[in-house]
């Protein structure tokens, strides 16, 4: 299987507590992306890399969120100190550099606040 | 934020009947995309049409586009219960690094 991989596919944690999702995108992918999806809407992006570099972080909700891709290959996203609100499905989505190409959607980590 | 608005944010259908689902944005775009979403799953990419492109077709799909205006629809044609899903508009705006900015969704049942 040659798709974006996300992993958990369900993280289940008490209010307080940090989480870290992982993302493995399409190996010949250089861009990668975060959206968050609550029930009913769109997703909703949050930040992407190009390679290892992270090129806009402004929609990260909060200052307790933050990710990284450190060798240009998989990312991590983190949110420390996990509210109520946080509960969402958590998207990772990769696509090629050139222009006008789709992007790729993992099967997302669902993430519950108790 | 969300970029723009589809209608109508649910459609109930029979097999075999044709199903339009429409979507507006706001600003200038490189390109419009519709994706669509089982339960509980990541989205599937359907079509891409750039902003040179009036029209394009991939099997019983066929999307248009409007920049003047800034209105898309997706045409499924001859419905089949596996169509039932959310499908997502979803625009690249002008220099913004490919990053997409999606609708509301259209929530699509097809009934046997």
């Known amino acids: 299987d040659t798709g974006v991989s996300q992993d958990p596919r369900h993280k289940i944690t008490k209010r307080g507590q940090n989480v870290t999702f992982r993302c493995d995108p399409i190996?010949?992918?250089?861009?990668l992306y975060w959206y968050r999806q609550t029930l009913g809407q769109g997703p909703e992006f949050l930040t992407y890399?190009?390679?290892?570099?992270?090129?806009?972080k402004s929609r990260l909700l909060s200052d307790r969120f933050s990710a990284e891709r450190p060798k240009g290959s998989f990312s991590t996203l983190e949110i420390q100190r996990t509210e109520q609100g946080d509960s969402a499905m958590y998207l990772c989505a990769s696509s090629p550099e050139y222009w006008n190409q789709p992007q790729h959607f993992g099967d997302g980590t669902r993430l519950s606040i108790l | 934020s969300q970029q723009g608005e589809e209608d109508p944010q649910a459609l109930s259908i029979q097999e075999g009947e044709n199903a339009t689902m429409n979507c507006s944005y706001k600003t200038s775009i490189n390109n419009l995309q519709w994706y669509r979403q089982n339960s509980g799953r990541g989205l599937v990419h359907l079509i891409l049409?750039?902003?040179?492109?009036r029209e394009k077709h991939s099997g019983r799909l066929r999307v248009t586009l409007d920049t003047s205006k800034k209105s898309s629809s997706l045409l499924i044609t001859a419905s089949r219960a596996a169509d039932t899903a959310s499908y997502f508009c979803?625009?690249?705006?002008?220099?913004?690094?490919?990053?997409?900015?999606f609708g509301q969704g259209t929530e699509l049942s097809v009934k046997p």
């Open positions: 049409i750039r902003s040179n492109e």
């Open positions: 890399f190009q390679n290892e570099a992270q090129l806009e």
């Open positions: 190996s010949e992918h250089n861009r």
């Open positions: 979803a625009t690249d705006e002008h220099n913004q690094g490919g990053k997409l900015i």
